[in-house]
């Protein structure tokens, strides 16, 4: 059974910072490449961020790199999204996954969790 549940979204000023987690089902974390994607109405859902297994290999989308921060607790079955220097371009629905790939440059999750609401007020 697929199982993530996000938490820490919610409303922050232009600069601020929040942390977002996302804990699976063992099924679902184990062995697993984790990853946030995010949504805005109106456009395309976005790929954000995601983490190997081990925790030794990240990737970001350009717009988050040196703001956002991902990792990962194995023993916990939790994955972290550390969102610093927000910007109001950064609101959108977070969507927390699972099984992400690589293919052609895009990246794809097969998983996903209901996501959590972050507004950034400019």
């Known amino acids: 059974q697929v199982q993530l549940v996000e938490s820490g979204g919610g409303l922050v000023q232009a600069g601020g910072s929040l942390r977002l987690s996302c804990t699976a089902s063992p099924l679902t974390f184990i062995g697993s490449t984790m990853g946030w994607f995010r949504h805005t109405p109106g456009k395309e859902r976005e790929f954000v961020a995601a983490?190997?297994?081990?925790?030794?290999?990240?990737n970001y989308t350009d717009s988050v790199k040196g703001r956002f921060t991902i990792s990962r607790d194995n023993a916990k079955n939790t994955v972290y999204l550390q969102m610093n220097s927000l910007k109001s371009e950064d609101t959108a629905v977070y969507y927390c996954t699972a099984d992400l790939l690589n293919a052609g440059s895009r990246w794809y999750a097969s998983k996903w969790g209901p996501g959590t609401q972050v507004t950034v007020s400019s």
């Open positions: 983490v190997s297994w081990s925790g030794d290999t990240t």
